[in-house]
Structures are given as C-alpha cells and as structure tokens.
C-alpha cells in the first residue's frame, strides 16, 4: 500500500499536524530569542514533542487500520467470487436437470420459482397468468421429473 491514498484521505489531520508543529516550532524561537527561561523552553520542547509522538502513532494506526480494511475488502471479494460460482453451479446444475426432464419453458419457469419458495399464487402473479395454469403445469412437471412434489424437487437440490 503506497503512502499517497492515506495523504489523500487525512490531508486535514496532516495539515493540522503541522499547523501545530509551525506554531510550537515559531514560539520556541521567539522564546528563545526573547530570553525565556530554560524551564519554559523545556516545557514547550517537551509539548511538540509529544504533539509529533501523537501524531506518529496516529498516523500509524490509521495506516493499520487501512491496511486491515483492504484484507477484509479482499476477502470479501474472495467470497463473493465464490458464492457466485457456487450460485452458477447450481443454475447449471437445475438447468441440466429441467434439460434431462423435457420440461418445457414454461414448466422450467415454474420449477424455478417454487424451487425459490414462491406459492402458485406468486408464481402466476410473476408469471401473469391464473393460479390454475400454475396448478396443472406443476403435476406435470413432478411427472415428468418422476418425483412426487415440491418438496422431493426441493429436495433433489439441497
């Protein structure tokens, strides 16, 4: 990971930062220019640096923490990129299975969207057409497949 995102993203943090740091820097010098006692310039010494400190060790956690985001935003994309192939199995594997079966479209349709879950009712609302047309497709589709419901299609592809 190059330097340049994490500028890009905190450059307010970082331009603060130094803000503070001219301005510690600045009274240091007219303090010193001014004759101001040891114990004063010490304590300021002691303020920018640990103002430098914090700002290092912020600086670092920002960047762990960025670094830990583009793992877990790596092994997201992992895992979507095999969800999906395991989605497309499984579309292919119904697919080959409807093929195998002589289904016709419109039982293959079917078949899908009670695989999915849906009522008859659903499947003829998304289907625009009657709830009895769904009902008469569906017995054939189960007799062609040679299995005695939904719930043994369901099954096959569990």
Do not use: C
């Not at 600086?59 to 762990?64: A, C, G, L």
């Not at 008469?136 to 043994?152: H, I, M, N, V, W």
């Amino acid at each position: 990971m190059t330097p340049i995102p994490f500028l890009a993203r905190h450059w307010k943090l970082i331009a603060i930062g130094v803000a503070i740091a001219i301005l510690i820097g600045t009274d240091l010098w007219t303090d010193r220019n001014e004759g101001a006692g040891l114990a004063h310039l010490a304590i300021e010494t002691a303020v920018l640096v640990a103002a430098a400190s914090g700002a290092i060790l912020l600086s670092r956690r920002m960047t762990s923490v960025q670094r830990a985001l583009a793992v877990a935003r790596e092994d997201a994309e992992h895992w979507r990129n095999e969800n999906r192939q395991l989605v497309n199995g499984l579309s292919s594997a119904i697919k080959a299975k409807f093929d195998a079966w002589a289904l016709t479209e419109a039982e293959s349709d079917i078949g899908l969207l009670l695989l999915k879950g849906l009522s008859h009712k659903e499947v003829a609302d998304i289907r625009q057409t009657s709830e009895r047309t769904v009902r008469e497709q569906a017995p054939s589709l189960y007799r062609k497949s040679g299995l005695s419901g939904r719930a043994d299609l369901a099954a096959l592809f569990r």
